[in-house]
């Protein structure tokens, strides 16, 4: 009788160990599957923002070269402007220069 209460003592403990050893493992995998969700959807807000930063910067690189083309196109003009003024003080200075020494 002893014996056999020992035995059932020993089995209602080993029970009992795989029983908290069972909870243990199922909360580990509810915390794994929670910090999995939970990082799937940092991912996710991760892809968004990139996405939403590579469309604002392309936009910005669109707008910057439409910008520099607007500048360069000005900058041209006046370099134009300055090369015709020089080109008409210079021939108004040579038909100066001949006027006096045709005189």
Do not use: P, V
């Amino acid at each position: 009788q002893h014996i056999h209460e020992d035995r059932l003592g020993k089995l209602k403990s080993s029970r009992d160990a795989c029983a908290a050893a069972q909870r243990e493992a199922l909360s580990k995998i509810d915390r794994d599957a929670k910090d999995l969700e939970r990082r799937e959807r940092d991912l996710e807000n991760a892809r968004a923002a990139h996405a939403a930063d590579a469309e604002r910067l392309a936009r910005k690189f669109e707008k910057d070269m439409l910008d520099f083309e607007h500048k360069e196109r000005i900058e041209l003009a006046n370099h134009r402007r300055r090369l015709d003024d020089f080109a008409a003080r210079y021939r108004a200075a040579g038909a100066a220069r001949r006027a006096d020494r045709d005189r």
